[in-house]
């Protein structure tokens, strides 16, 4: 992976997980796309015979410009694996994972009936 994009993967990572990014969902499954002033960030992974991660740089007319791609049959999957760490992020910001889990194990560790 080129440094540009390496530094671009740990950036989004990092504010991804910090909350400071806002992806939204698009139409396509596991499919995410951040808008920014320059352009937009559509990150999307595919899944055949084998797992592809594509983050895509788009203009703003939504042309792709440049993209980065990274397979789980990559030889060196040094790079799946950081797409697959931003993508995971993505998905589970998006989906607030974290909150929904922790606000589950406290209500049923709570005192009493739990349940409607």
Do not use: C
Request: aromatic letters at 6%.
């Amino acid at each position: 992976m080129q440094e540009k994009h390496l530094q671009t993967v740990h950036t989004l990572t990092r504010k991804t997980k910090n909350h400071e990014a806002k992806w939204n969902l698009t139409s396509a499954d596991d499919q995410f796309l951040l808008r920014l002033h320059s352009g937009a960030i559509l990150l999307t992974k595919y899944r055949n015979t084998t797992v592809k991660i594509e983050l895509s740089f788009l203009d703003n007319d939504g042309k792709k410009v440049d993209s980065v791609t990274a397979s789980d049959n990559d030889p060196d999957k040094k790079d799946y694996w950081l797409l697959l760490e931003l993508f995971e992020a993505v998905r589970s910001d998006i989906r607030q994972t974290t909150n929904t889990i922790q606000g589950i194990l406290s209500e049923i560790q709570s005192d009493g009936v739990i349940g409607d």
